[in-house]
């Protein structure tokens, strides 16, 4: 499973790094109202969860659609601008029915797979649907909130704007004052690798998460959905955000530039792993002899004849096992003399659950 984006033509100078304070913004507002995803940024939640306002709060929550299980197309810009002010002028300049399209229709989003023939909901009768199912799915606050946006586009624009401008004064400035330069110095880095050590070793640098095929032609997202996108004509933009860990969000609307938000990560994270990895990890896993020996393995260090005897079957059946074990990266194996003893990878075993759930987030 991949996000799939065709960059054959695409030049050097059509990828472009830069920050963006809406995607920022975005990227804060997610973690106020879904704190649990980002325990490393409890912190900085708690403390500007004390200093906002009930009132701007409550809006936030109102409009929580935008921006909680999903992030709203509309708020990773493909050109970003060096304000938040200006890149809401962007969006003013669009029509109701490009707004309302790049508002609810999330292509970042992998619940609903969206169809490159569809409209803006304000026109498109399936595009109406889908929108109104996303919403009805996440309760009848969002389903409230999409009605308002179909019903009276223009004047929820405004409430909006307004609302990401009280964000702004409330509690973003100071946030976005204190991260900028960071995102421009990481900018910077990835566009330097680019002209220094070209696409591969930039992606790399970007994220684990992120490869190119062999022929060059195309960047691989590892997230679970299959989706494809084309940067050729485009280009393709590149959102640093220090926020937004463990998400790596691609805007890949069809006939849109495609957007990458990635995280800047801070050292202390552990590495990506890829949905592969955990896929393997899993399935060693779902056969209850295979428990039986990792049981066993994780008291002390064990044989296959060890591991036949206790559970009494032959010595090839624990092999066949214990090689799957092995491939998954749970167990190792370490030679003593005539002996082959299994013992568990306690740091990878342990990340499963946590290597998983950051895997269905990214």
Same mark, same amino acid.
């Given at each position: 499973?991949?996000?799939?984006?065709?960059?054959?033509?695409?030049?050097?100078?059509?990828?472009?790094?830069?920050?963006?304070?809406?995607?920022?913004?975005?990227?804060?507002?997610?973690?106020? !109202?879904?704190?649990?995803?980002?325990?490393?940024?409890?912190?900085?939640?708690?403390?500007?969860?004390?200093?906002?306002?009930?009132?701007?709060?409550?809006?936030?929550?109102?409009?929580? *659609? #935008?921006? +909680?299980?999903?992030?709203?197309?509309?708020?990773?810009?493909?050109?970003?601008?060096?304000?938040?002010?200006?890149?809401?002028?962007?969006?003013?300049?669009?029509?109701?029915?490009?707004?309302?399209?790049?508002?609810?229709?999330?292509?970042?989003?992998?619940?609903?797979?969206?169809?490159?023939?569809?409209?803006?909901? #304000?026109?498109?009768?399936?595009?109406?649907?889908?929108?109104?199912?996303?919403?009805?799915?996440?309760?009848? /606050?969002?389903?409230?909130?999409?009605?308002?946006?179909?019903?009276?586009?223009?004047?929820?624009?405004?409430?909006?704007? /307004?609302?990401?401008?009280?964000?702004?004064?409330?509690?973003?400035?100071?946030?976005?004052?204190?991260?900028?330069?960071?995102?421009?110095?990481?900018?910077?880095?990835?566009?330097?690798?680019?002209? /220094?050590?070209?696409?591969?070793?930039?992606?790399?640098?970007?994220?684990?998460?992120?490869?190119?095929?062999?022929?060059?032609?195309? &960047?691989?997202?590892?997230?679970?959905?299959? +989706?494809?996108?084309?940067?050729?004509?485009?280009?393709?933009?590149?959102?640093?955000?220090?926020?937004?860990?463990?998400?790596?969000?691609?805007?890949?609307?069809?006939?849109?530039?495609?957007?990458?938000? *990635?995280?800047?990560?801070?050292?202390?994270?552990?590495?990506?792993?890829?949905?592969?990895?955990?896929?393997?990890?899993?399935?060693?896993?779902?056969?209850? #002899?295979?428990?039986?020996?990792?049981?066993? &393995?994780?008291?002390?260090?064990?044989?296959?004849?060890?591991?036949?005897?206790?559970?009494? !079957?032959?010595?090839?059946?624990?092999?066949?096992?214990?090689? !799957?074990?092995?491939?998954?990266?749970?167990?190792?194996?370490? +030679?003593?003399?005539?002996? !082959? #003893?299994?013992?568990?990878?306690?740091?990878?075993?342990?990340?499963?659950?946590?290597?998983? &759930?950051?895997?269905?987030?990214?």
């Amino acid at each position: 499973m991949s996000v799939s984006i065709d960059v054959t033509s695409v030049s050097a100078d059509q990828y472009l790094f830069a920050p963006s304070p809406l995607a920022e913004l975005g990227s804060a507002l997610h973690l106020l !109202v879904e704190p649990a995803h980002h325990q490393t940024q409890n912190g900085w939640v708690t403390a500007a969860t004390a200093g906002i306002a009930p009132d701007l709060m409550d809006r936030i929550l109102v409009a929580d *659609y #935008l921006w +909680r299980t999903s992030r709203s197309d509309m708020l990773l810009p493909a050109v970003p601008q060096p304000t938040l002010a200006a890149e809401l002028d962007v969006l003013d300049t669009l029509d109701d029915e490009a707004w309302v399209r790049d508002a609810l229709m999330t292509s970042s989003c992998g619940v609903v797979p969206l169809r490159d023939d569809l409209d803006s909901p #304000l026109v498109d009768d399936v595009a109406r649907k889908i929108a109104r199912d996303r919403a009805g799915a996440r309760g009848p /606050r969002a389903l409230d909130f999409v009605d308002q946006i179909l019903a009276r586009p223009g004047a929820t624009r405004s409430w909006i704007r /307004r609302l990401l401008e009280d964000c702004d004064s409330g509690f973003f400035a100071d946030a976005w004052t204190r991260v900028v330069g960071r995102l421009a110095a990481d900018a910077r880095h990835k566009h330097d690798l680019l002209e /220094r050590h070209g696409l591969e070793a930039m992606l790399a640098a970007v994220s684990p998460a992120l490869t190119l095929t062999p022929s060059g032609d195309r &960047i691989v997202v590892d997230k679970l959905q299959d +989706r494809t996108a084309s940067a050729s004509g485009r280009g393709l933009t590149f959102l640093p955000s220090t926020f937004s860990h463990p998400h790596l969000l691609v805007v890949h609307a069809a006939g849109r530039r495609p957007v990458l938000n *990635y995280p800047i990560l801070a050292g202390l994270e552990e590495p990506t792993v890829s949905v592969a990895d955990i896929q393997d990890r899993l399935h060693a896993l779902d056969h209850p #002899l295979r428990l039986r020996l990792v049981r066993s &393995i994780l008291r002390a260090p064990q044989t296959t004849a060890q591991l036949a005897d206790a559970w009494m !079957v032959s010595a090839p059946e624990v092999s066949r096992h214990l090689a !799957v074990l092995k491939n998954s990266g749970l167990i190792t194996s370490t +030679r003593r003399g005539r002996y !082959v #003893l299994y013992e568990i990878d306690i740091v990878r075993s342990a990340r499963l659950g946590t290597d998983l &759930i950051e895997a269905l987030l990214r």
